[in-house]
């Protein structure tokens, strides 16, 4: 989708930090880091958020969600554990309209989250 930063990102015109990438998927560092691991995870396909995501292809959420684990594994912190968020609408903080699984890890997390 045109003026889409994180299409941008997957299709390699906006720079990243790239952390894996498969097909798919597309894992790359949050620019800023609320978290020593801090890890975007992005379906190359557009899609505003995980509902509608979710709605029209489960097939793509599984595998964002495995890569999610797979980023997990390679950062050190499935044992530790780990969170995976996905911020969704104005009130959620959400402020990149290109569904993104958050992998949040390398330190305690209160709950709930301000
Ligand atoms: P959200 O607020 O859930 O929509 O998350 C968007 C995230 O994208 C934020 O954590 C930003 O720090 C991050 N972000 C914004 N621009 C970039 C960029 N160019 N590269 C990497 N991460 C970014
Ligand atoms: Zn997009």
Do not use: K
Request: hydrophobic share 45%.
């Amino acid at each position: 989708m045109a003026d889409c930063l994180f299409c941008g990102i997957a299709a390699g015109e906006i720079p990243a930090t790239i952390v894996s990438a498969n097909p798919r998927t597309v894992a790359f560092r949050d620019i800023n880091p609320q978290a020593p691991v801090h890890v975007l995870v992005i379906p190359r396909a557009h899609h505003p958020n995980l509902a509608e995501l979710a709605a029209v292809d489960g097939a793509l959420l599984s595998d964002l969600v495995a890569h999610a684990r797979d980023v997990a594994l390679a950062e050190g912190i499935t044992d530790s554990g780990y969170r995976i968020v996905f911020n969704t609408g104005p009130e959620a903080g959400q402020t990149v309209g290109h569904v993104h699984a958050h992998v949040l890890g390398g330190r305690p997390m209160s709950w709930p989250p301000g």
